[in-house]
């Protein structure tokens, strides 16, 4: 079945650049989302990169997909505290409505 | 616009008891998804809910159900409820229009608790 995978945790400091990577199974993937937990709350949907683009600039999120190896990465430039959060790498399959999510990685910024 | 909403936020049962969750879609957005959040197995889909119909269901006993209303909200229950119930649940709406590319947007979740 659909797997995805990311690393459990990242911690930068202020002002740096975060990068957090996922890589997936599915090699029907149609849509690849990037989420954004806080403590205590829903999901916040941050962009997502549809599987024929290979880049994809929001602000100061950039989103790389490398189909060829199923490798997706969110760029988070200037991060600040309140980028502290859990991300999770989502996929959608064709012919699938569902989401299938990574187990999320936890983004730790330092002042 | 109004994001997703679910009430209650946070529910205690005991177990054995049946509980219902209430989820209100963006206005607009016809499909409705439920997902689990547990430590342990992260984020499980439930069922998806489309047009008064359940479209999609994920690998979980009958002891999970849901419905929809011709208004697209929806309710998703759980009877005969075990310890290992203890989750969040989280709801999703997505407008699911042709030029859409199916983005699904959460709400706050209903935290609850098996006792």
């Known amino acids: 079945g659909e797997d995805v995978e990311q690393s459990l945790f990242l911690s930068v400091r202020e002002g740096d650049s975060s990068v957090i990577n996922c890589t997936y199974t599915?090699?029907?993937?149609?849509?690849l989302y990037w989420y954004k937990q806080e403590p205590g709350a829903g999901l916040q949907l941050l962009t997502y990169?549809?599987?024929?683009?290979d880049m994809k600039q929001d602000q100061r999120l950039t989103v790389l997909l490398n189909k060829k190896d199923k490798h997706l990465s969110l760029r988070i430039a200037d991060t600040q505290t309140g980028d502290s959060a859990i991300y999770f790498c989502?996929?959608?399959?064709?012919?699938?409505?569902?989401?299938?999510f990574g187990s999320g990685t936890r983004l730790q910024v330092q002042p | 616009k109004a994001g997703v909403t679910q009430t209650p936020r946070y529910l205690i049962k005991t177990r054995g008891q049946q509980v219902t969750l209430s989820c209100s879609p963006i206005?607009?957005?016809?499909?409705v998804s439920w997902y689990q959040q547990t430590p342990g197995q992260g984020l499980q889909f439930l069922f998806e809910?489309?047009?008064?119909?359940?479209?999609n269901k994920g690998n979980f006993p009958g002891r999970f159900s849901g419905r929809q209303f011709s208004n697209s909200r929806s309710e998703m229950n759980v009877s005969t409820l075990e310890l290992g119930d203890s989750a969040l649940y989280l709801c999703?709406?997505?407008?699911?229009?042709?030029?859409?590319?199916?983005?699904?947007?959460f709400g706050p979740g209903t935290r609850l608790t098996v006792t």
């Open positions: 206005s607009g957005h016809r499909s």
């Open positions: 599915d090699s029907s993937s149609t849509y």
């Open positions: 999703a709406s997505s407008p699911l229009s042709a030029s859409s590319s199916y983005e699904q947007y």
């Open positions: 990169i549809f599987s024929n683009m």
């Open positions: 809910y489309f047009s008064e119909t359940q479209r």
């Open positions: 989502a996929e959608k399959s064709t012919g699938r409505r569902a989401l299938t």
